[in-house]
């Protein structure tokens, strides 16, 4: 099946731009959101804020994609969720990715439930509907 019902520009637009928005005014986000030591084993650590604590999330770097057809032209892969303007800047795919894994591993149930809880578990909060501008990771 297609995965136009899970996928959109909800979420390509809103929280991609979303997650670099926070990054931008809190750029201690950034600092220690992704942990790289074992990139060339394919393996990504996310630090996301998950029940009260902060929780080093592993994930691998395979990112789920689909095929689009174009018209008048071959069908192209895509990133399934967080497509980067740059395709060279996948790092919101792979968050994107860790929260998915701990909000029970469904790309579904995890875009059912809104931007709320994904910035919640980026920002240092139970619900992102909440996080004050001050206070952020320990600040």
């Known amino acids: 099946g297609s995965p136009d019902h899970v996928r959109g520009g ?3 637009t809103y929280w991609t731009s979303a997650i670099v928005a926070a990054a931008q005014q809190c ?3 950034c600092d220690d959101l992704i942990d790289a030591t074992h990139e ?3 393996i990504y650590g996310v630090s996301l804020f998950v029940d009260g604590a902060w929780q080093l999330v592993n994930v691998d770097g395979h990112l789920p994609c689909f095929k ?3 018209a008048g032209s071959a069908a192209q892969w895509q990133l399934l969720f967080g497509s980067p303007y740059d395709h060279t800047e996948v790092w919101a795919s792979v968050v994107f990715k860790a929260h998915v ?3 029970g591993g ?3 149930v995890a875009t ?3 931007l709320g809880p994904l910035l919640g578990h ?3 909060a139970r619900d992102a509907r909440t996080v004050p501008l001050s206070g952020l990771r320990g600040e």
């Open 106 to 108: 469904s790309y579904e």
């Open 40 to 42: 060339p084993q394919g």
């Open 27 to 29: 750029p201690c986000v």
């Open 68 to 70: 689009r057809a174009a």
């Open 112 to 114: 059912a439930r809104g």
């Open 122 to 124: 980026v920002l240092g």
């Open 10 to 12: 909800f979420w390509d």
């Open 101 to 103: 894994k701990v909000s």
